[in-house]
């Protein structure tokens, strides 16, 4: 019998794994289909009865470092367009951080609802380590008692209708997670883009079925809302602070532990009909990185306190359904690398790895399942990319797909040496900044009826 070679292993092994690593995926594919789990429409009746809520009092929360060239931008637009009385804008500054005070306090003067709340150290530390402040100052403040949290960040872009849905669903549940969309970039072919295509698919996909599974739902960060009543709850169990400072998703885990708290969750993925018949999401908005270096920058955070530090914070816990869903999040790393080596061997199927194998007929099988997974995944991609981009888009999601490949595996492999780093080094976690900017008409007298929400 011929003896494999290095590449034959190597293409064998990898196309196991990506394989076995993709079951999952058809599992939710086929419970999506058989469940017929979809966002939901909300009509004018739904409207009516939402907007008749009595309003709650809303706290927005914005943490930010050096964000000077959007904060201004971000409050007041925002502020100009939100369809909601009942709240107020509290906006997390450090004390050596005087761009983004200045900034903050131009916006401060225009509109009364705008507060900063101050760090009692200098930064930058870490988002979750700001958030706490903001959330132990406003706890001390008995004569401004707020209902509802809900946390931002200041790039988005809320939608107006938002803070009404949050509203609503309070009276039923304790933590809220509204879905988060890339704006559209110009450049349909960009790393930009194919975030595009990633949030569409978990937003009104995956998340929807881990909520009608009853399994956890982890949170964004942005477009959250939590009830006062559950983060007390929160802050209780978890020894005087909401989230985990030193975890670089403190956000991620904030959702997973409510749910282990027995909190009620709920993803409230909704969407209403304009009169020209195109789908407004409630959902928030925002550009994310736009080049390579960026993108692994912010991903390979993501993945490393996902995968590598949620399990050691959280464990395992709830049942099968919420276990295997808890593996989906944190095999992600291995899945990545995989997929990226994946592509990286596709040229030595050129070079006759499988006709010169001891038994081409079985590499061929594999890589046809592989094959056959891969379209399966764009379908889903694009079926969701054009739910809120429009058709058009939904064809660009075969191009950007190996730019999605590439930068998610490198983010796997530069996660892992961060880890490892952070661990032989014992340094604590500091704010990873990320560029932003917003559309360049938001914020202005006329934002509210140009910018595509």
């Known amino acids: ?28 594919d086929y419970l999506i289909f058989w469940h017929k789990i979809r966002p939901q429409a909300l009509t004018q009746k739904d409207w009516f009865e939402i907007q008749a809520q009595p309003e709650r009092k809303i706290a927005i929360l914005i943490p930010t470092w050096r964000e000077e ?5 971000m409050l007041l637009g925002n502020s100009q367009h939100i369809h909601y009385k009942n709240y107020q804008i509290f906006v997390g500054c450090y004390p050596n951080d005087w761009p983004t005070l200045q900034a903050v306090t131009q916006a401060q003067l225009q509109n009364p609802q705008i507060r900063i709340l101050l760090s009692s150290i200098p930064g930058p530390t870490s988002k979750g380590h700001l958030l706490n402040e903001m959330v132990d100052q406003l706890r001390k403040e008995t004569k401004s008692l707020f209902d509802i949290f809900v946390f931002q960040d200041a790039e988005d872009i809320i939608h107006p209708r938002s803070l ?24 349909s072919f960009s790393v930009g883009a194919s975030y595009m295509d990633e949030f569409a698919e978990a937003h009104t996909r995956e998340l929807l079925c881990r909520n009608r599974l009853c399994a956890s739902v982890p949170s964004a960060g942005v477009g959250m809302a939590i009830t006062r009543a559950a983060l007390e709850k929160m802050v209780q169990a978890t020894g005087g602070k909401l989230l985990e400072s030193q975890c670089l998703t403190e956000d991620y885990l904030l959702g997973i532990r409510a749910f282990s708290l027995g909190l009620r969750q709920v993803f409230a993925c909704h969407f209403y009909q ?22 692994v920058r912010q991903k390979a955070r993501w993945t490393e ?29 291995l899945g990545n690398s995989a997929g990226f080596c994946g592509f990286l061997l596709l040229p030595t199927l050129l070079l006759g790895v499988i006709d010169l194998a001891p038994n081409p007929r079985a ?3 594999l890589l046809f399942c592989n094959i056959l997974v891969i379209l399966n995944r764009l379908f889903h991609r694009a079926t ?38 952070s661990q032989w080094m014992q340094k604590p976690s500091l704010w990873v900044k990320t560029q932003h900017e917003l559309p360049k008409n938001f914020g202005t007298a ?8």
């Open 305 to 333: 306190g996902i995968t590598l530090q949620s399990p050691t914070h959280l464990g395992w816990f709830g049942n099968l359904t919420n276990r295997i869903f808890l593996l989906r999040d944190r095999k992600a790393l």
């Open 384 to 421: 969701s990319a054009a739910k809120i981009y429009g058709r058009r888009q939904a064809l660009w999601v075969i191009l950007r797909y190996p730019i999605s490949v590439w930068v998610n595996g490198l983010a796997s492999f530069r996660a892992l040496k961060n880890y490892w780093m």
């Open 274 to 295: 304009e009169r020209s018949g195109e789908k407004n999401w409630v959902a928030t908005r925002e550009f994310f990185p736009n080049s390579v270096g960026m993108a």
């Open 1 to 28: 019998m011929t003896e494999l070679t290095g590449f034959q292993w190597a293409f064998i092994s990898l196309s196991l794994v990506y394989l076995v690593w993709n079951l999952d995926s058809l599992w939710i």
């Open 69 to 73: 060239s959007v904060i201004t931008q």
């Open 363 to 365: 590499l061929k099988a």
């Open 446 to 453: 006329m934002a509210p009826s140009r910018v595509s929400l």
């Open 164 to 187: 009404a849905l949050i509203n609503k669903y309070s009276n039923d549940y304790d933590f809220i997670q509204l879905p988060v969309f890339s704006l559209q970039v110009p450049r």
